[in-house]
Each structure stands twice: as C-alpha cells, then as structure tokens.
C-alpha cells in the first residue's frame, strides 16, 4: 500500500490481556515469507470459490492472476468482492494474514509487465508470462487476467505466546 503507513486496533473479544496490536510492518514481512495465498471470490448465486493462488507485491499491492476462462474470472465479472488469506498450519506460532478486498484488472501494458517481472523475481522460472494485449500470457496456461488486490479491511492474528486480532481499516486510503 502506498501512503501513509496503516495503523491497526487490537481487538480485546479476540486477544489474550495485554496483547498489543501487530504492526503494519509485520504484515507486509508476512507476505514476502508466503508463496501461496488462498484467494476467495463470490459466485454469481452466492457461494464462495477459493483457491490457492501464487502472488506478488508489486507497487505497493497484491497481485494474483487467473486465466480468462477460470472461475475465479467468471466470478469476478459479477462482483469484485473477494479474500486473501495467508495463513500457517501452526497454532503456537506466527502471523495469519486476512484481506477483505475487491479485485481490479490490470490492463495497462507497462503495469503488466512489471507484474510479469515481480512474478520471475519472485518464483523464478516456474512463473513466467509475456504481454499480449491487456493480458499476461503463458505457454502452459494461455491468456491470463492480471488482478490487483485492493484490501478494505486487513486482519493480522498473533499465534504464540500471546493470540491477538488486529484490524487495519484501509478503505478510505483508496478513496479518490
């Protein structure tokens, strides 16, 4: 997120006494260390969708991509309502990372490769696109829609010694 640093409440219903609230700081470390999110979008009847999706932070956001036909993409087309969840299986340590947020496309051919970039800086080989239009593109996978993560909400929960919920209200950070 560009601007001004985001400052979290720690919320005491979900937290352990004298918890105190996790830094914006330690959010963003905790989304460099994942590889794999799972991102969650809404279906046209109204049931939830989710998957495991490779990202990157690129210019102060996240990005996912999905292929045009996927139903990430279809869901999407209805609603740009949709999570972002980075979590670990461990219940005695760590931060899990929650986004509710609405995915923009990126269609702009310079901000589509600088996502291309991200991703080979990122994972290297295993992830390499190509531009073509206002889409990334892929030998194994074809076109794909470049999205732009742009949080509402974040929730960072504190494992360990001491279990905290903290909440980051960013929704008047990307009003215009």
Same mark, same amino acid.
């Given at each position: 997120?560009?601007?001004?640093?985001?400052?979290?409440?720690?919320?005491?219903?979900?937290?352990m006494?004298?918890?105190?609230?996790?830094?914006?700081?330690?959010?963003l470390?905790?989304?460099?260390?994942?590889?794999?999110a799972?991102?969650?979008?809404?279906?046209?009847?109204?049931?939830?969708?989710?998957?495991?999706?490779?990202?990157?932070?690129?210019e102060? *956001?996240?990005?996912?991509?999905?292929?045009?036909?996927?139903?990430?993409?279809r869901?999407?087309?209805?609603?740009?309502?949709?999570?972002?969840s980075?979590?670990?299986d *461990?219940?005695?340590?760590?931060?899990?990372?929650?986004?509710?947020?609405?995915?923009?496309?990126?269609?702009?051919?310079?901000?589509?490769?600088?996502?291309?970039?991200?991703?080979?800086d990122?994972?290297?080989?295993?992830?390499?696109?190509?531009?073509?239009?206002?889409?990334?593109?892929?030998?194994?996978?074809?076109?794909?829609i470049?999205?732009?993560?742009?949080?509402?909400?974040?929730?960072?929960?504190?494992k360990?010694?001491?279990?905290?919920?903290?909440?980051?209200?960013?929704?008047?950070?990307?009003r215009?």
């Open positions: 997120m560009d601007g001004p640093t985001p400052i979290g409440t720690i919320d005491p219903r979900y937290s006494p004298g918890a105190a609230p996790t830094p914006w700081a330690d959010v470390a905790r989304l460099d260390r994942a590889q794999v799972l991102f969650a979008t809404v279906r046209e009847d109204g049931r939830p969708h989710a998957t495991p999706v490779a990202f990157v932070w690129h102060g *956001a996240v990005h996912v991509t999905t292929g045009v036909d996927e139903q990430k993409a869901n999407l087309a209805h609603i740009d309502a949709c999570l972002v980075v979590a670990s *461990a219940l005695d340590e760590g931060l899990d990372v929650v986004m509710e947020a609405r995915a923009e496309q990126v269609t702009d051919t310079l901000a589509l490769q600088a996502i291309a970039k991200a991703y080979i990122r994972y290297g080989d295993f992830f390499r696109f190509g531009v073509d239009g206002d889409h990334l593109t892929s030998d194994e996978g074809g076109a794909a470049a999205l732009r993560i742009v949080p509402r909400t974040v929730f960072a929960f504190g360990g010694e001491a279990f905290s919920q903290t909440r980051f209200d960013l929704a008047d950070c990307h215009a």
